[in-house]
C-alpha cells in the first residue's frame, strides 16, 4: 500500500496524446470524461489523497508439456480463477472506511478496483508502489508485475509516501535501462515506442476488447493465445528474479479452464461456457469471443485433425464464430498435409 498527494497525474498530457493516437481502439470509454480520469478532485471534491493497493497474482509457471502445447489454448495469468474485481473491492472498500473511521471530519472517498476513472499505474508509481516499465505496465521491486492495482481517492489528508524513481518515460532511462526484452517479445509488434502501447495490435486487446472480427493480418502472430497474453511480462527480468506467490493466493491454474484443448474448447455451448467460466474474467468475452478466438488458435496448430470441428462450428449460430472457423479451414487446407 501506499499514499500519494491527489493532484493532476503527471502522464496527463501523455494520457492525451495517446487517445489522439487512437491507441485505445474500441475502447471508447477510455475518451470519455478525461478530466475525471487526468484529475481526482474532479471525482471526488476536495480530493486530497489516493490510496493505492497492489496484490501479486503470480503463480507458479504450468507444466511444461500442457502449456506449450500448440493443440491447447492460452490464457493470461491473471484469469486463472475468481474476478480480481471481486477479490480486491471488499478489502478495499474495508480499508476506505477504516479510513473515515480514522479521521476526524469523516472525509469522503470512493473506491476503484479498474471500474472507475483512475489512472491507476500513475497514482501507484506516485504512491511508491513500484515504476512504470517499458511495457506500460507497473513493475514491483519486490514482485514484478504481476501485481492488481485498487485505489480509494479521498478527502483526508494522509501522509504520502515517496515515489518511486521516475520510469523514464519523462526524465530518463528509469529501472529498465537498456533492457528492451518485453518489446522485442511482444508477437504484434504492438510497442510503437518505449512506454506506448498501441491496444490496436495487443494480442489481449485482441482476444479480450475487440468485439467483432480480428485483423486477417494479425490472426497468425496469435498462436494459441484465446484470452489475454503475458509474453511481455514473461520476458522481463524483474519478473523473473522477483515474482513470487502471494501469501493469500485466489488463483490456480486447472488446465481444463485456463489452458484448454481447443478442439473440445469448440463444443462448447452457451450453457457449458457459463458453468465453466462463471465468476472468472473470462466472461468478459462471452462465449462468441472465447469460440473466435479458439478457431483462430486452430487454424494456428495447422492440423487436420482439426477440421472436423472447425467444419461443424460452420453451422454455428454466431457468425461470428463461422468467420473465423473458415479462416482457420483455410490456413489449414492451404498447408501441405
Same mark, same amino acid.
Given at each position: 500500500?501506499?499514499?500519494?498527494? /491527489?493532484?493532476? /497525474?503527471? +502522464?496527463? @498530457? ?43 497474482? =503470480? ?43 480514522? &479521521? ?10 479498474? &471500474? ?26 519486490? +514482485?514484478?508485475? =504481476?501485481? #492488481? ?14 515515489? @518511486?524513481?521516475?520510469?523514464? /518515460? ?12 518485453? #518489446? ?6 504492438? $510497442?510503437?515506442?518505449? =512506454? ?9 486487446? #485482441? &482476444? ?15 498462436? %494459441? ?16 528474479? =522477483? ?14 479452464? $485456463? ?13 457449458? $461456457? ?10 468478459? &468475452? ?13 487454424? %494456428? ?37
Amino acid at each position: 500500500m501506499g499514499v500519494a498527494p /491527489a493532484r493532476e /497525474a503527471r +502522464h496527463a @498530457a501523455g494520457f492525451r496524446r495517446w487517445l489522439d493516437n487512437g491507441y485505445h481502439g474500441e475502447m471508447a470509454w477510455l475518451e470519455r470524461n478525461v478530466q475525471r480520469r487526468t484529475d481526482p478532485s474532479v471525482v471526488v471534491p476536495g480530493a486530497r489523497s489516493v490510496v493505492m493497493v497492489g496484490r501479486s497474482y =503470480y503463480i507458479e509457471e504450468p507444466p511444461a508439456a500442457l502449456w506449450n502445447d500448440p493443440a491447447r489454448g492460452r490464457m493470461a495469468r491473471y484469469a486463472w480463477g475468481a474476478d480480481y474485481h471481486d477479490v480486491l473491492l471488499p478489502p478495499l472498500m474495508e480499508l476506505m472506511q477504516f479510513v473515515k473511521a480514522e &479521521t476526524p471530519g469523516a472525509p469522503a472517498g470512493r473506491a476503484y478496483v479498474d &471500474t472507475g476513472p483512475v489512472l491507476e499505474r500513475t497514482w501507484a508509481a506516485d504512491a511508491g508502489l513500484g515504476f512504470i516499465g517499458k511495457n506500460g505496465l507497473l513493475i514491483s521491486p519486490k +514482485h514484478g508485475s =504481476y501485481v #492488481l492495482l485498487g485505489g480509494i481517492i479521498t478527502t483526508a489528508e494522509l501522509d504520502y509516501d515517496q515515489p @518511486a524513481t521516475d520510469d523514464g /518515460a519523462t526524465l530518463g532511462p528509469g529501472h529498465c535501462g537498456q533492457c528492451r526484452r518485453c #518489446l522485442n517479445a511482444c508477437p504484434t509488434h504492438a $510497442f510503437p515506442a518505449p =512506454y506506448i502501447l498501441n491496444s490496436n495490435l495487443c494480442i489481449s486487446y #485482441l &482476444t479480450i476488447e475487440q468485439k467483432g472480427s480480428i485483423p486477417e493480418s494479425l490472426r497468425g502472430k496469435m498462436r %494459441n493465445w484465446i484470452y489475454g497474453c503475458d509474453d511481455c511480462q514473461t520476458v522481463c527480468p524483474w519478473v523473473r528474479r =522477483y515474482s513470487r506467490p502471494s501469501p493469500a493466493r485466489f488463483l490456480a491454474f486447472d488446465a481444463d479452464r $485456463f489452458c484448454p484443448d481447443l478442439m473440445e474448447l469448440m463444443t462448447l455451448d452457451d450453457d457449458a $461456457f457459463r458453468r465453466r467460466y462463471k465468476g472468472t474474467p473470462i466472461t468478459r &468475452t462471452k462465449r462468441r469471443g472465447l469460440l473466435r478466438n479458439a478457431a483462430v488458435a486452430l487454424g %494456428n496448430w495447422g492440423e487436420r485433425d482439426a477440421l472436423p470441428v472447425l467444419r461443424r462450428a460452420l453451422e454455428d449460430p454466431e457468425p461470428l464464430i463461422r468467420e473465423h472457423a473458415r479462416w482457420a479451414i483455410a490456413q489449414i487446407e492451404g498447408r501441405p498435409a
